[in-house]
């Protein structure tokens, strides 16, 4: 069973404005954690934002923030004030309790345009 | 710091052969993932060691395996290539592999099979 969910189209946004990634996720763990990772043309995976599911609070990190709603198995990433860099694959990914193995969604391509 | 370090970058083979990447963690990492990317199938979780011992396997037949050596180092060996095994390779560190340790990505082996 698909464990992440990435539907949306690729996107295209307007630099400096901000942009919303969906993700949603099944899990029938109590305690895991959520990842967001960029991958730009090169292939290499850098990772932007974690949040665990007991974190009260939604993480941020610079320009990129998780909204996190916990009863409806989201944890949507937003960047705000898009720059030209940004235009990558963005991939929303979990890792339940016990292992450390990722479960990645499809992903969203995002570009940025000026 | 340095980061992960794969070898080699690109590599061509043919149907048949078989092959070894390596991945280098970041220091005191003892924690070392394999994901494959393709098209197709997304990214998929292969193995992951830790301490020189694996610990998660991902379902992906018994050509493909790997090992950890004392100093963290790891390699991944595809044997008897298919076409279907061209992908890139992504390997990915971390401390220890608890909940909430980031993994962070090496830059990825693209492997060619012809």
């Known amino acids: 069973a698909q464990k992440i969910t990435q539907t949306q189209p690729g996107m295209f946004v307007q630099e400096k404005e901000a942009v919303t990634l969906d993700c949603t996720y099944d899990t029938s763990d109590p305690s895991y954690g959520l990842f967001w990772y960029k991958q730009p043309s090169s292939g290499e995976m850098i990772f932007l934002i974690y949040?665990?599911?007991?974190?009260?609070q939604n993480a941020t990190e610079g320009r990129y923030s998780l909204n996190f709603q916990k009863a409806r198995k989201s944890a949507n990433l937003v960047i705000s004030a898009s720059q030209l860099g940004d235009s990558a694959m963005y991939f929303c990914?979990?890792?339940?309790?016990?292992?450390?193995?990722?479960?990645f969604g499809k992903g969203n391509q995002v570009v940025v345009i000026p | 710091k340095a980061g992960v370090t794969q070898t080699p970058r690109y590599l061509i083979k043919t149907r048949g052969q078989q092959v070894t990447l390596s991945c280098s963690p970041i220091s005191g990492h003892r924690s070392v993932s394999w994901y494959q990317q393709t098209p197709g199938q997304g990214l998929q979780f292969l193995f992951e060691?830790?301490?020189?011992?694996?610990?998660n396997k991902g379902n992906f037949p018994g050509r493909f395996s790997g090992r950890q050596f004392s100093n963290s180092r790891s390699e991944m060996n595809v044997s008897t290539l298919e076409l279907g095994d061209s992908a890139l390779y992504l390997c990915?560190?971390?401390?220890?592999?608890?909940?909430?340790?980031?993994?962070?990505f090496g830059p990825g082996t693209r492997l060619t099979v012809l």
């Open positions: 990915a560190s971390s401390s220890a592999g608890l909940a909430g340790d980031e993994q962070f």
């Open positions: 990914a979990m890792r339940e309790s016990g292992n450390n193995r990722l479960a």
């Open positions: 060691y830790f301490s020189e011992t694996q610990r």
């Open positions: 949040q665990g599911s007991y974190d009260q």
